[in-house]
DNA sequence: CTGAAAGCGCTTACAG
DNA sequence: CTGAAAGCGCTTACAG
């Protein structure tokens, strides 16, 4: 069933039907009624792909997330940024295309996709500090926004959590409980959110005017695995308050700091970042901080649509704020 | 940059072009040389909804996922059958498209997705016994594959974790330990997964002639909150092992035990199924049932492919065995 | 308000 | 082995 078809079926011309279709105003309300009558009858849907070369706009956008780096398997937020993306596309009548890029084929694929037509915009997700994809679509003319942080100064549009402002709540919330002997478990600095939380905890220290001490700060990989092995050579150290830039490695400090005969948080203050779901069970459960993943899905649709109708548009940046969630595992400072 | 000047940069027709892009062997070695060399030089990369509308084929396919009933949000196991579905398609050259299905706009959009010629087929992902959205495409002539149970007797094509002989193994596995006061905390049994794993439990006791009772048998909702009032239920029946029918539960079931002064496995032990990450976290290690996940997403792309090259092949219906990780979480039963 | 016609960029019998 | 031509199913100036 095609618009010719339909056309004959209500006596009209194909271009009057198409005008039906698109709601063109230009169609007299008697035509109207008649086609639309035909076209619930037939059940007709218009062939997409004929449209999209007509038009030259598919209204699918693609979500490409780098795998093997970002690791999709331990990050439980995936699902949720996968869902904002989704449910921002569906209202704005958007398909969405899933591609999971793999860091060995990227240029080809990345290429094709780019120049296929099959797609009028791209976001993409990468925790890298400079991702090569990233640095690929900035030299073609596609549309796209980054779910993550370009480098400073650069102009490309993206939206992001403000993980600096939030791990600097963090730390804050652990200062006013008078602590000042507060170290951090990092994450990798080849990502931008591991760069922004450690600066957060830096802003926050400079802020209560505490001297950063270097044997406080190590670096884990965001894995619990690592957390408990960074806490490890932490506890030589005697902290009073731990900062974890993930939930799953102050899950790791956790299991490490009651190994040592240690109690979180009579002993030790714990923080973590992302609330995942897994820390309200823990005992005690976690202070975090939550981010907001389903409103960063829905501001990059917006974002990805906006350039898309208008491609000469300034690039648009948007920090999204963070909540830190208090719970049990942080305790006055004992001096 | 499209066909026709990439022929004239070649000195060919369009058709000869054509050709070589799709390697038809009916043209010459030193043609398809020079046209190659055009093609390369200019980066010219074949409008696909051009070739689409041409072909009567888009090469992509649909990933649907209904949600709200599958709760993407505390499913662990989401992301990995989504990176096994999209790692096959890559693998065959075809995209696959997200659509996270809402149940209340359905029966609509399932049907624009049917019938736009956007797609070559569909992977539908429902742990509902009988999905509506299942319903739907049956009576349709989409190529389609079930991730999921469909009724018995159905001649749908389906991809599934043979979640019974899987909860049979565990079960069997206490049983060998010399447990037979064994509860179950079962599954909504309005899910497929619930109903086979629930069946897997009884078949187990029935191999070894041990009745079945009742007030050892509760439902919970898959959550580690509902394993944990299941197990509540289940403390004053003084059960020697529990088979909890998710991983998260049997979390919840773990904390209710604890809760109780108990300890796993010296009073109770205790087997989970999904094998999500965090099972090794827990004190003891959980002992569980690993489910192929991405294998589960590679062969329902396979299924889909044949049944799209071959509309009229009889469907296809594969079960995928699980594996039984033993941890610490179980012990032999004291009588 | 409506229709005839050109065009979007491919593929593929058909003829040679 | 190659090319001219028709066709895939839409949209959209253009003319009326």
Chains 1, 2 share one sequence.
Not at 10 to 25: A, F, L, M, Y
Not at 258 to 277: C, E, K, M, T
């Amino acid at each position: 069933m095609n618009l010719e078809q339909i056309a004959k079926l209500s006596g009209v011309s194909r271009s009057t039907v198409s005008r039906v279709i698109n709601n063109d105003p230009n169609v007299s309300a008697f035509t109207r009624q008649s086609v639309l009558h035909v076209v619930n009858l037939a059940h007709y849907v218009p062939n997409a792909t004929a449209r999209s070369l007509a038009v030259g706009r598919t209204h699918v956008i693609a979500l490409v997330v780098p795998i093997g780096v970002s690791t999709i398997f331990t990050d439980p937020n995936f699902c949720t940024l996968v869902q904002g993306v989704s449910n921002a596309c569906s209202a704005h009548g958007r398909t969405v295309m899933l591609w999971l890029a793999d860091p060995d084929h990227e240029g080809d694929q990345i290429h094709q996709l780019m120049y296929s037509h099959l797609i009028d915009g791209v976001i993409i997700a990468s925790p890298l500090v400079n991702d090569a994809l990233v640095q690929i679509l900035s030299h073609g003319n596609l549309p796209f926004v980054l779910v993550g942080r370009p480098p400073a100064g650069s102009s490309i549009s993206y939206v992001d959590i403000d993980h600096g402002r939030g791990a600097h709540d963090a730390v804050r919330h652990l200062l006013r409980q008078g602590h000042r002997r507060i170290a951090t478990i990092a994450g990798p600095q080849t990502m931008s959110t591991g760069v922004e939380r450690l600066a957060g905890y830096h802003g926050a220290l400079r802020e209560y005017e505490v001297r950063i001490d270097p044997t406080l700060i190590v670096d884990g990989g965001f894995t619990e695995a690592e957390g408990y092995w960074a806490m490890q050579q932490l506890l030589p150290q005697r902290p009073g308050a731990v900062f974890a830039a993930s939930d799953l490695m102050a899950l790791g400090a956790l299991r490490a700091i009651r190994d040592a005969g240690l109690r979180v948080p009579q002993d030790i203050s714990l923080v973590g970042f992302d609330d995942i779901p897994l820390v309200t069970l823990t005992d005690p459960a976690l202070t975090t901080v939550r981010q907001p993943l389903h409103g960063v899905g829905r501001v990059a649709v917006d974002t990805l649509i906006e350039l898309i109708d208008h491609p000469h548009s300034a690039p648009r940046q948007t920090l999204l704020p963070t909540e830190l969630v208090v719970r049990s595992s942080c305790g006055e400072a004992i001096h």
